[in-house]
């Protein structure tokens, strides 16, 4: 199949990217991946996009946000693109193995939640331990747990927590959270939550038979390890940008981020723009995804235009 724009990921930005470039009647074609909707699709209610003075609940968002697209002309399937080679124009792209081109490509795949990277925590996820507090707070209803991080996210999935939870603690790796004034306040203002400070996860305790039964937390001014009894644990310490797929066919910055050129979303391939998370370390909003993919379909449209 040709196209003559192809999008990887359907968060806002490769939604929004969509429906600027189907209303230039370039038929785009989106891959909606592994995540269809991206990372708002396991949030609760979006209070911050505006347009939504009540607020909107994160899945009913990405509906609207296709079906806008999908009146234009543009096309979604449910699939995830798994190789691609940038080498030579048309673009070439695959998912398993059937094998697409495309004059340009627009990158949108967003980012994933980031994990400590221990053992226990990989082989307990999903039994006890978790990265998204949306999905599974309401299995720990009157349970103890822990959330991991000092971001507005652990601020918000602590919040979240006490919903259901009898006991939340924020476990924080310095003495001060990064997270904003209201998001503290918000956290540090319920009974329920409180606060490890200074403190780094060592090491889950439990099997897939028990669940989560304690964590190892390490002091980090003293050294000190102590054990804390919980039922479930939520890592909330930021994202990685989902970006794979793209390791020696495009330049990355140090973070793996998507270099793109400054004031706009042209890769270092011309003809590939990149716009939402996957290119951007600071803002990391759902608005400035949308906005990021706006500008990447004008830049396609203009750059398909002049060849
Ligand atoms: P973040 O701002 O990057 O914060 C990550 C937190 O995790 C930091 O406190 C960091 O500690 C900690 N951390 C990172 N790696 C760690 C590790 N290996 N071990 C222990 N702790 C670790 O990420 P985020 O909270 O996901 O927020 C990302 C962006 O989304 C921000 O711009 C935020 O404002 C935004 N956001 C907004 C809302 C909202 O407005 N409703 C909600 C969620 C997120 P240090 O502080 O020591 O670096």
Redo the contacts with the bound molecule.
Sequence with gaps: MHKKVIIIGSGPAGFTAAIYAARANLEPHIFEGAQPGGQLTITTDV??YPGFPEGIMGPQLMDEFRSQAKRFGATCEFKSITKVDFSQRPFKLWSGDDEYTADAVIISTGASA?L?GLDAEKELMGFGVSACATCDGFFYKDKKVLV???????L?EATFLTKFASDVGLV???DE????QI?RDRALENPKVHVHWNS?VEDIIGTKETGVTSVKLKDTQTGEIREETCDGIFM????NPNTDLFVNQLDLDGANYIVTKPDSTYTSIEGVFACGDVQDHT???AITAAGSGCKAAIDAERWLESH
Excluded at 148 to 154: E, L
């Design positions: 209070e911050n980031r400590l991991v991080g000092g971001g507005d996210s652990a918000e924080h790796r310095r959270f990064r997270g904003s998001m780094v909330a310490i930021g994202h803002y990391r909003q």
